[in-house]
């Protein structure tokens, strides 16, 4: 299975309000990389106006490598249930799963 190919270490996320333009917001995806040194490196930005979709938007990019885990994670459980069990009604989730994964790590 491919790797993720992104900015390695945890994602966050901050807000801030743009000056001088009412309900303007910037909602800024970072990756913490810890060690002797913490290093703040941007991932994205998403500029919102002040709404909850905006906010919702940026959680999930902020979320992606955390989704990617856990989903190479159930698949890897359908696999053994598969094997296990012989529960073929799986092979269609798994076969969705495994091609989402290709289409974030190509």
């Known amino acids: 299975m491919k790797t993720f190919k992104g900015t390695k270490g945890e994602w966050g996320l901050t807000y801030k309000s743009i000056d001088g333009i009412p309900h303007a917001h910037t909602y800024t995806v970072n990756c913490f990389h810890t060690g002797t040194v913490q290093i703040k490196k941007g991932v994205a ?4 106006g002040h709404t909850k979709e905006g906010e919702a938007n940026a959680k999930l990019i902020a979320s992606a490598p955390e989704l990617l885990n856990a989903l190479k994670n159930v698949l890897e459980g359908f696999k053994l249930a598969i094997n296990d069990n012989g529960l073929k009604g799986f092979n269609n ?3 969705e799963g495994n091609e989402a994964i290709e289409k974030a790590t190509e």
């Open 45 to 48: 930005k998403i500029f919102a």
């Open 93 to 95: 989730f798994i076969q």
